[in-house]
C-alpha cells in the first residue's frame, strides 16, 4: 500500500525542530507548507493534512491565521479531508469549524497526565491507556467544542483531544523529544525563573518514555487516512 501523501501546514514560525519532529512522527509522504508567510496548498489533492503548533494565538488578526483559518474549513468542511491539528493546529482547527477558544489566564507546561473519556471510542486514541503522560505547553484553550464534535481526552486544564468526523485535534504535542521541551521551556520568558526551572527539571528520561506511548496516535492516523483512502477508491 502507497504511503499517503500529507499536507504539513507549518505555523511555528521558523521552528526548524518542528519540521524534524513531525517528518520523524509521520509515516507519511510530507508536502510542507509555511502557513506563517500565506503559504498553503492550492488545492485539496491529499490524502490529508495536519497543522502544527505555534507561538500565535488563533483570535489574532493576521492576515495569514484568517487564510490557514479558511483553507483548514474548506479542506474539512468542503472536501472532507482527513485532519489532524496538534496544539495550535488543534485550536485554529475548532475554531475553524465553529467552536471557540480562548485565554486561559494561565499557562500548563511540562509532562502532565491526560485522561481519555470514558465510554468514548476514538480509533485515534486506540492503544493509549486511559491515563496518559504528555508534553504541554499552552496559554490558550479550546473551551466551546465545534458543533457535533465529541471531547476524546482532558485534564484539569480542559480539552486535551477532541474529533469530528475525520478531523482529531490533540491539545498536547506527542512530537516533541527532550531537546525540544527543553528549548521551548526555556524560551518561554513570559514565564518566573522558578517556573521554568521546575518544568525544566521535570524533563528526565523517564517522563519521556512515558510520554512515548501517546506517539501510537500518529501510527494511528496514518493507517486511518491509508483505510479512508481504500474506502475512497473502492467507492469510485
Known amino acids: 500500500m502507497r504511503r499517503p501523501r500529507i499536507a504539513l501546514v507549518n505555523a511555528a514560525h521558523d521552528d526548524s525542530d518542528t519540521r524534524r519532529n513531525f517528518r520523524r512522527e509521520l509515516d507519511a509522504d510530507l508536502v ?7 503559504e498553503l496548498p492550492e488545492g485539496f489533492e491529499y ?40 496544539c495550535w493546529g488543534h485550536q ?14 494561565e499557562y500548563e507546561i511540562g509532562y502532565r497526565e491526560v485522561r481519555r473519556v470514558d465510554g468514548v471510542d476514538d480509533p485515534l486514541l486506540s492503544g493509549v491507556d486511559d491515563a496518559f503522560t504528555v508534553f504541554t505547553t499552552h496559554s490558550d484553550a479550546v473551551v466551546e467544542l465545534p458543533p457535533g464534535a465529541t471531547e476524546t481526552a482532558r485534564n484539569d486544564y480542559g480539552v486535551h483531544a477532541f474529533r469530528t468526523g475525520d478531523a482529531f485535534g490533540v491539545q498536547f504535542h506527542p512530537e516533541y523529544d527532550p531537546s525540544t521541551a527543553r528549548s ?12 521554568k526551572d521546575a518544568v525544566l527539571s521535570g524533563i528526565t528520561d523517564e517522563e519521556y518514555a512515558a510520554a512515548c506511548e501517546a506517539k501510537t496516535l500518529f501510527e494511528n492516523f496514518t493507517q486511518f487516512v491509508r483505510a479512508r483512502a481504500t474506502d475512497d477508491v473502492a467507492a469510485d
Open 92 to 105: 485554529l482547527l475548532a475554531d475553524a469549524l465553529g467552536g471557540t477558544v480562548a485565554d486561559m489566564g
Open 32 to 38: 510542507e507548507f509555511d502557513a506563517n508567510a500565506c
Open 184 to 195: 521551548v521551556t526555556e524560551g518561554k520568558d513570559e514565564l518566573p525563573d522558578e517556573r
Open 47 to 86: 490524502d490529508a493534512f495536519v497543522v502544527t503548533g505555534s507561538r500565535s494565538s488563533v483570535y489574532e488578526d493576521e492576515a495569514w491565521i484568517d487564510a490557514t483559518r479558511e483553507w483548514v474549513r474548506e479542506a474539512v468542511d468542503e472536501h472532507g479531508l482527513p485532519a489532524l491539528g496538534v
